[in-house]
């Protein structure tokens, strides 16, 4: 091969390599956030709201998506500049039996959330493979919370964002079905309402699982881990220098890891809508269910995909569960925490996690139904959601605790439209339930 052949060669793969370094630089926080919110609980919801009502109520995807990439920009803000996660930055400047009334509710909404996911992974694999689900349970929970201890946080947010493509399974099962097309498109970019109870409760639902608090507290805690991971980065109230490069890689890392978190609810509605609804199939209560109702319809290899899926987006979920939650704990009662730390150097945080998790795998061997449960997990991270929102867009607002990167323009007027957005959601909720 000629010099110039081999230059040639040599510079492109250099490119390629430099493209790839500089995606996993900028793809981080965001783009496991989005991804962890499509985890099995959300799966069932999506796959309810297109069983139920097919494609009419696909418009939510595209009506939220502004408003969950406008709140987890301004999580990430908030981490990123004050160098403090969002529990850290209440406790500085709020009531603190506020902030311990929010970090318990956010706990037990997890911790039920944990439960849920993990049976839907025991259960996956007990259709995928056979065998006891519960032991299956057992063993996800263990290997999620023992990666997350024991395996240092350079090493494990590379896992966790390979664990993203776990969600491609269901642009995959999407490819097996039969999509009317001009009817997705018809209910994706043309709303259609209905005064129907059940409409509004699938509406709310969607609502409440792409706008999720742990997801808040999630964001912004990565943002201070990778800020102290890399030596070069300080909090922008220190180093303002580094803001503008800064505030755009959130916005893209967060942008594309919402987009992509909407893309993939909408091929889970799709494929729920195309298969399910369109032969009468209206009622799915989990994730696991909407899989073994597509084996007789869309074929073996449809399930099989759909139910891979559910494995590993729950791999991906119930470590972000529990870390948010731990997070949240430890800021609040100001414990070392960070996954960055050694567990000897953050006991209470690290032994938040492993408890969260041991009571949601726990709640699979007891007589409480997870799924059953998560209708209350829902209404307490709506509970949750609206205060701690409240109190996010109030302190983005502060200079005393943004400096000179207080949130203005069209991101501070799209927060506040999603705070509303989950008032009027909740109070949806309650509505509902008495109908």
Request: charged fraction near 15%; proline fraction near 5%.
């Amino acid at each position: 091969m000629s010099g110039t052949a081999t230059a040639k060669r040599e510079s492109k793969n250099g490119r390629a390599d430099a493209t790839r370094q500089k995606l996993a630089t900028v793809l981080g926080p965001g783009l496991i956030a989005g991804a962890s919110d499509d985890d099995p609980s959300g799966i069932a919801t999506y796959s309810q709201a297109g069983a139920q009502l097919g494609f009419s109520v696909s418009w939510t995807l595209l009506f939220s998506y502004p408003l969950m990439a406008a709140i987890q920009e301004i999580s990430a803000r908030i981490g990123r500049t004050t160098g403090k996660g969002i529990a850290a930055n209440i406790r500085g400047h709020y009531s603190n039996w506020l902030l311990q009334v929010i970090v318990i509710l956010l706990l037990v909404a997890n911790t039920i959330n944990i439960g849920a996911d993990l049976g839907a992974m025991g259960d996956a694999l007990a259709l995928l493979v056979g065998g006891p689900h519960l032991l299956y349970v057992a063993l996800f929970g263990a290997l999620c919370a023992g990666l997350q201890i024991y395996i240092p946080y350079d090493r494990y947010a590379p896992v966790l964002r390979w664990l993203t493509l776990a969600l491609v399974s269901y642009f995959g099962a999407a490819l097996f079905v039969d999509v009317p097309w001009g009817e997705i498109a018809r209910g994706f970019f043309m709303p259609t309402f209905s005064a129907d109870a059940e409409f509004w409760a699938t509406v709310v639902a969607v609502l409440g699982t792409t706008i999720s608090p742990y997801v808040f507290f999630w964001q912004a805690s990565q943002e201070v881990e990778e800020t102290r991971r890399v030596a070069e980065r300080k909090p922008l109230v220190k180093a303002p220098e580094q803001g503008p490069s800064a505030l755009e890689r959130i916005r893209l890392d967060t942008y594309f890891g919402m987009g992509l978190a909407n893309l993939v609810a909408l091929a889970i509605m799709i494929t729920a809508a195309a298969t399910l609804h369109v032969r009468g199939v209206t009622d799915i209560a989990s994730s696991t269910q909407a899989a073994e109702a597509l084996r007789p319809v869309a074929g073996p290899f449809a399930f099989a995909i759909f139910a891979l899926g559910i494995v590993g987006t729950g791999l991906l979920a119930v470590p972000v569960l529990a870390g948010s939650a731990a997070y949240a704990l430890a800021e609040a009662r100001r414990w070392p925490q960070g996954l960055a730390r050694k567990p000897k150097q953050a006991k209470a945080f690290y032994a938040a996690i492993a408890l969260a998790t041991l009571i949601g795998a726990l709640i699979n061997f007891s007589p409480i139904n997870p799924i059953k449960a998560l209708y209350w997990s829902a209404v307490i991270n709506g509970v949750v959601a609206v205060p701690v929102l409240a109190m996010m867009m109030v302190m983005t607002a502060n200079r005393k605790i943004m400096g000179d990167f207080v949130v203005r323009g069209p991101l501070w007027v799209v927060g506040w439209i999603a705070t509303a957005v989950m008032a009027a959601a909740i109070v949806g909720m309650g509505i509902t339930a008495f109908m």
